[in-house]
């Protein structure tokens, strides 16, 4: 089947103007005469208040084009070898480090997915979250440690007053995200960057940060770029979905179009492997094969390799994103033309 689609890009700027917008970014890792494309020509937005999910499996590039939002990226091995990240309207590429550590946690801040290992184990949780609020503000730090005692309620750490003395050994890997979500929300950021930060909790546990989630987001009218290969926690809290593979953006969409209406492969895959879609008696499906290493990608489609609808044409070249309505992007002409019924 020939590429004869109809094919469009994403749209590069919403009606009301992102808050943030990727265009076509490129960061590449140098090691042993080798190049990793770990994220190779992404393109995604998120708009003020907007929750946007961030999906796909380890290894496709998601925490790495988000380090490269707040010029985390270590330079080398990494290099940011193109395109742009506007954040208000101002490409984040173009400016110094000074200005960069303006903008780290007092407009955007991230919260990373292991706690323990973000948090200085020598200072106690009050004296990090006090840092984060004078690092950006003129404020005493009694008027530091009453609003970090607010932050610690507001994130639902029980007596806040006595644990704002606590090390982070001394509480549990629930408080201990609920510390990292505070000291985020410290200087009340426009954009808030989640990595992975419900993986290293039970459910129980997790479900209670997602609540919190909702709940902070209500209040403050912040916007959420959240990073997760979790599909159900999608489900719970995402406006628009980025399905990430291989470095790309492989399927955007909203949380109905996902799960309802999956277009791309690699999404039908992942849906697939859900256990709650998993047939009674039946092993539960998986995809077969590995994302590619990124310094050794497949010419064509990057899924190429494992996808169940491979043509001639998908080992030849690298499709463009097809236009399935209302928002609702792909880059699979295959499908396309199958629901166009070509």
Do not use: W
Request: with cysteine; proline share 7%; hydrophobic share 35%.
């Amino acid at each position: 089947m020939a590429f004869s689609a109809k094919r469009q890009t994403i749209p590069r700027v919403s009606r009301n103007g992102p808050l943030l917008a990727l265009h076509d970014l490129k960061v590449f890792f140098h090691s042993d005469g080798k190049v990793a494309r770990a994220v190779d020509g992404v393109s995604y937005e998120v708009k003020e208040g907007e929750t946007v999910c961030l999906v796909g499996e380890s290894g496709c590039g998601k925490t790495v084009s988000a380090l490269a939002i707040l010029g985390l990226v270590p330079e080398p091995p990494g290099e940011i070898r193109g395109g742009k990240i506007l954040f208000k309207g101002k490409d984040l590429l173009n400016l110094d480090e000074g200005m960069l550590q303006r903008i780290r946690g007092k407009e955007i801040s991230m919260i990373f997915q292991e706690p323990m290992t973000s948090l200085n184990p020598v200072f106690t949780i009050g004296d990090q979250i006090e840092e984060a609020i004078m690092a950006h503000e003129a404020v005493e730090k009694a008027e530091a440690r009453r609003r970090t005692i607010e932050l610690l309620a507001d994130v639902g750490i029980p007596s806040p007053e006595e644990r704002v003395n606590d090390y982070p050994h001394n509480l549990s890997g629930g408080q201990r995200q609920r510390v990292m979500i505070a000291m985020a929300l410290a200087c009340k950021p426009d954009l808030v960057i989640a990595d992975e930060p419900t993986t290293a909790l039970d459910v129980t546990i997790q479900d209670q940060i997602l609540h919190l989630f909702r709940e902070l987001k209500e209040q403050r009218r912040m916007a959420l770029l959240y990073i997760t290969h979790n599909l159900g926690v999608v489900a719970e809290i995402a406006d628009r979905i980025y399905v990430m593979y291989s470095g790309t953006i492989a399927e955007v969409g909203n949380v109905q179009q996902i799960f309802r209406n999956p277009s791309h492969p690699y999404t039908m895959g992942l849906l697939a492997s859900l256990p709650s879609r998993a047939r009674k008696g039946k092993p539960l499906y998986s995809i077969p094969g590995a994302v590619p290493d990124p310094a050794y990608k497949p010419q064509g489609c990057p899924f190429n390799p494992r996808c169940p609808f491979v043509q001639g044409s998908c080992r030849v070249e690298f499709p463009e994103m097809c236009d399935f309505g209302d928002g609702h992007y792909a880059r699979c002409p295959i499908t396309y033309e199958q629901r166009q019924g070509k």
